[in-house]
């Protein structure tokens, strides 16, 4: 187990905050885990769990301790058709999702060059491209900080939503995730319907996509328009999509007849918060070292040497421009510290 003071997590944020913690702790298996929680005091806290730190907004030094997940390992199951992945809560999800498809366990093919850790991928309901993670999350294990308990939750226990879980609100920073185990399938049925992946296969010729092709597809499209955080720092999509009542919807479409849209329900429709930064004229626009990605409304960088509360300043100005202009509110995705 590490346990280090004055840790500084310039690695731990794809952001690029220089920021540090008072303490920081690294569990790599379930006791060491169990052991962390016994020795924690009040003056370690405020507590911030964190994975790799691809959805972390920092805004400044943190004043408690920091915890990360260093436990690796994929243990697989076969049931009929179906194959359970029990994967260390430190494994980079992506490298699960290159696992499957050499497997030839599907499922996970859209969600693919997402940045994260596995543990991470259970809190925060990873999703892109029409999939979430939560349709293939079968159970999670976890260590209740309070009493050092193992505890295993079932899906349904999450009460998974829209980048959201019970894990970011009444269980925000109660437990130390150690393995989510992912339900995939020997029956390859793919995704073709969102965003750009249809084009992609016509410019390739490609029909009938194996998993494989689906992957490689899906990693061209996010290559294309999201930056590379070891290049510029930034943390993927900030901002959530929200989503309108039939109501909202149709006003806005009567004023915004080009508007792009999702229907999600019978009566609500989900409204590309990109989209609307773009039509405010943020798209590749900059508020000192912080800016709007050019290729992709919805992200937001790290010029070089920005803060947090840059980042901070820059986010609250664009909810503000895109409140006054549609009369929505958009939230960020981002765990802003």
């Not at 900080?145 to 920073?173: P, T």
């Not at 930056?227 to 109501?247: L, Q, Y």
């Not at 300043?313 to 409140?323: F, M």
Request: hydrophobic share 35%; charged share 25%.
């Amino acid at each position: 187990m590490k346990d280090i003071r004055d840790y500084g997590l310039l690695e731990h944020n794809t952001f690029g905050i220089a920021a540090s913690c008072k303490r920081f702790l690294e569990y790599s298996s379930i006791q060491e885990a169990v052991d962390l929680v016994s020795q924690l005091t009040d003056e370690d806290r405020p507590l911030l769990i964190i994975g790799e730190g691809s959805n972390l907004l920092l805004k400044g030094d943190y004043s408690g301790t920091v915890i990360h997940s260093a436990i690796h390992g994929i243990e697989v199951e076969q049931t009929g058709n179906d194959y359970f992945l029990r994967c260390g809560s430190g494994e980079l999800f992506d490298d699960i999702v290159a696992y499957a498809v050499a497997h030839r366990y599907y499922g996970l093919e859209n969600l693919s060059l997402i940045p994260g850790e596995v543990g991470a991928s259970a809190v925060q309901n990873i999703g892109a491209y029409g999939v979430e993670i939560k349709d293939f999350i079968h159970s999670i294990e976890a260590v209740e900080i309070e009493s050092g308990k193992l505890i295993c939750f079932s899906n349904e226990d999450c009460q998974y939503g829209y980048r959201q879980s019970k894990f970011k609100h009444e269980w925000r920073d109660k437990y130390l995730i150690t393995a989510v185990t992912y339900r995939l399938s020997s029956l390859f049925e793919p995704h073709l319907d969102y965003g750009n992946i249809k084009t992609k296969l016509v410019e390739q010729q490609i029909k009938k996509p194996t998993a494989e092709q689906l992957r490689n597809i899906i990693i061209e499209i996010r290559q294309e328009k999201l930056p590379d955080p070891k290049v510029t720092g930034n943390a993927g999509s900030f901002f959530m999509n929200p989503i309108v009542d039939e109501k909202k919807y149709k006003q806005l479409l009567s004023d915004y007849p080009q508007m792009p849209f999702y229907r999600v329900s019978q009566n609500e429709y989900k409204i590309p918060a990109g989209w609307m930064i773009e039509q405010c004229g943020w798209k590749g626009r900059a508020l000192g070292k912080a800016a709007v990605h050019d290729k992709q409304a919805l992200v937001l960088i790290n010029l070089g040497g920005a803060t947090g509360k840059d980042i901070v300043t820059l986010c609250e100005t664009i909810q503000r421009d895109v409140q006054k202009r549609f009369g929505i509110w958009i939230n960020p995705e981002v765990n802003i510290r």
